[in-house]
């Protein structure tokens, strides 16, 4: 018997649609549909095909049932750019990163989240209403805040944070990595079970990828469980929660000349580890440029190749510290990537594409292996 959501959830994963999937294993559309219906299953050998083509060890389907992760639950940035298959690409890998986690949190103790909730108060401090995400003036205002919040809470103060993944991970944000097959996806974010969940590109430069992680706290923090983090003013209350997070107000006015100028942001930007254009678009909602000054910095830093890149950068990618404890540990103890791939009923490349590629895997046909660029050091807590 075969399971109808995890051909649904494999089909999807692959970005293929039924009638592609049904020219590349010879059965018909009609037929393939009543599988992922569950009015009929298929024989052995149509199961074969299906796995084939799909690149899923048989076993996966017809292994429990996988929730399904609605796409009105997660925070897509720039949705209306995307076709449904990438959406649906990158939500199937978000439901695998669910299914990895439940594998991890069976064997190994985590960071229990710690996530303030802005929905859940109405005052910042005593005496002091705030607006709310949705209210006037709460874009600015509570978004602003609830960065100060956070950093207040997790004792950040207003320096530098020097790695924005493992500041989610200590506080128990879930941060896995997106496939390489949805290139189109910068980030999403979402809540299960009270487990906050971040997916972020390896392909985008260190810089932008840190903002697009604190972006996605923004929406985990402003908007919660409760709320469809979607729309323009969702997206723009985190924007500038991930300035605030990563830009904090006190240290920028305490580091910024009076005009400033495009070579000044170019060199400043390596103490916030942000991009060109997000500490010129910084400076110009606090105030401290003029809304000429900062289209005459983004036009220097376009014709400088800042628009959707970082030129010359050596700030190296985050990674995952808690997924490189975790297979350290499990490396020790003489489980391998395969046994964990196995026990999920997924390929191990499949599996290494969650976890940021921690894990030294060989490359087809060429007899060698692939290290990632960094590995964290530290132990887990069993």
Avoid at 75 to 102: E, H, I, P, W
Avoid at 267 to 281: C, G, I, N, T, Y
Wanted: contains cysteine.
């Amino acid at each position: 018997m075969t399971t109808a959501s995890r051909l649904v959830l494999a089909r999807r994963r692959r970005g293929l649609t039924v009638t592609r999937l049904a020219q590349l294993t010879g059965l018909t559309a009609r037929r393939l549909s009543d599988f992922e219906n569950g009015r009929a299953h298929p024989s052995p050998p149509s199961l074969t095909a299906i796995a084939e083509a799909l690149e899923f060890p048989e076993p996966f389907f017809s292994a429990e049932e996988v929730a399904d992760l609605p796409a009105e639950s997660v925070s897509f940035r720039a949705v209306s750019k995307m076709t449904a298959s990438q959406r649906d690409t990158a939500l199937s890998g978000g439901r695998l990163a669910r299914l990895l986690q439940d594998w991890i949190a069976a064997r190994f103790r985590l960071p229990a989240p710690d996530l303030p909730s802005l929905t859940s108060f109405s005052r910042w401090d005593e005496g002091e209403q705030v607006p709310q995400p949705g209210e006037a003036g709460g874009e600015d205002c509570s978004a602003e805040r609830a960065a100060e919040l956070v950093r207040a809470r997790w004792g950040l103060g207003v320096t530098p944070i020097p790695n924005v993944v493992h500041l989610l991970e200590a506080h128990g944000v879930r941060v896995f990595s997106l496939s390489r097959d949805c290139p189109e996806v910068d980030a999403f974010s979402f809540w299960d079970r009270g487990v906050p969940f971040v997916l972020l590109s390896t392909e985008k430069a260190a810089e932008r990828a840190r903002f697009d992680a604190a972006h996605e706290l923004g929406h985990l923090v402003l908007h919660g469980e409760e709320q469809i983090p979607h729309g323009p003013q969702a997206e723009a209350e985190a924007h500038r929660f991930a300035a605030a997070l990563l830009m904090p107000m006190a240290d920028v006015l305490a580091h910024v000349p009076r005009n400033p100028s495009t070579n000044w942001i170019l060199q400043a930007k390596r103490r916030w580890k942000v991009a060109a254009m997000a500490l010129a678009h910084r400076l110009r909602e606090l105030n401290l440029t003029t809304e000429w000054q900062y289209r005459t910095h983004c036009v220097e830093l376009s014709r400088l190749g800042y628009r959707k890149a970082e030129p010359q950068s050596r700030l190296a990618r985050e990674t995952s510290q808690v997924l490189g404890k975790v297979f350290a540990a499990l490396r020790t103890e003489g489980t391998r990537l395969a046994d964990v791939a196995a026990d999920l009923h997924l390929r191990p490349v499949d599996l290494n594409d969650l976890i940021f590629g921690l894990v030294v895997t060989a490359q087809e046909g060429e007899g060698r292996s692939r290290r990632p660029e960094s590995r964290p050091q530290l132990s887990v807590v069993r």
